[in-house]
């Protein structure tokens, strides 16, 4: 598989083509930025930390069922996946409140809801990815109605299983993003990363912050964090 030109470059990862038109290959960069990129730094070994996490989870969900962009993993920072056209649009699943359902609703975090909460964000850095609901998802042409439908079942099973996988290395899946992508052939499937940057994970026992909050707040050992949900998850 050979790398050609940069596609794209986000905060975090950049794609690039290959020689295979189906193929991109993604590169996990150690960059970090918060609160729309107001907040900005380097954390060194990033990248090959959430490139080993994010296979291993996306390896995981895809022997359990679901369909992702996911091929293989290259070396310690590169990803080979199917090319998809990503839907401008983040959801996020909230299983305990915090971060910003809890400060917008004044609500403390770690609240335990009644049921599971799935946002809906338009993926548009200008506008702050606004929280939108389904029909403004219809509205803007992000997806079709049944589109979404598809989306949204595939989340709450993505949601279970995920959920039961970090129970076992006693983490708490507090909340996720999640983003899709239609293939060439017209298929949905999961796309992007599921890493700690993506995602807060708490310890079961000590509630410890084992995600990006420890970069957001200052918190200090974030790179250990990182690591301790690579050693849980590959013990
Ligand atoms: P919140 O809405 O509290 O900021 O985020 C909820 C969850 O989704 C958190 O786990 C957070 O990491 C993830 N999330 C939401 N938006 C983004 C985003 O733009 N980038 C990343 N990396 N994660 C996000």
Redesign the pocket.
């Given at each position: 598989m050979e790398k050609r030109e940069l596609l794209y470059e986000g905060k975090?990862k950049q794609v690039f083509l290959t020689d295979d038109p189906e193929l991109i290959i993604i590169h996990y960069k150690d960059d970090a930025s918060a609160y729309n990129n107001v907040k900005k730094a380097t954390i060194e070994g990033k990248g090959q930390l959430n490139n080993q996490i994010s296979a291993i989870i996306f390896k995981y969900l895809m022997e359990h069922g679901i369909p992702t962009h996911f091929v293989e993993q290259l070396n310690d920072r590169d990803q080979l996946c199917r090319r998809v056209k990503i839907f401008p649009m983040?959801v996020?699943v909230?299983n305990i409140i915090?971060?910003?359902?809890a400060k917008r609703l004044d609500i403390p975090e770690g609240t335990q809801p009644a049921n599971t909460i799935i946002?809906l964000?338009y993926k548009k850095d200008e506008l702050g990815?606004p929280l939108i609901n389904n029909d403004h998802v219809v509205a803007l042409g992000i997806a079709s109605y049944e589109e979404l439908d598809e989306i949204l079942d595939m989340t709450r099973r993505i949601n279970v299983l995920l959920t039961d996988l970090f129970k076992v290395l006693g983490i708490k899946l507090?909340?996720?993003?999640l983003e899709f992508g239609r293939t060439s052939d017209g298929k949905i499937v999961l796309a992007d990363e599921i890493s700690p940057?993506?995602?807060?994970l708490w310890d079961a026992e000590t509630n410890e912050k084992l995600?990006?909050d420890r970069f957001r707040r200052d918190l200090g050992k974030v790179h250990e964090a990182y690591e301790e949900i690579l050693r849980r998850l590959t013990k």
């Open positions: 975090a983040e996020i909230r915090a971060g910003s359902m946002d964000c990815d507090v909340d996720f993003k940057d993506t995602s807060r995600d990006k």
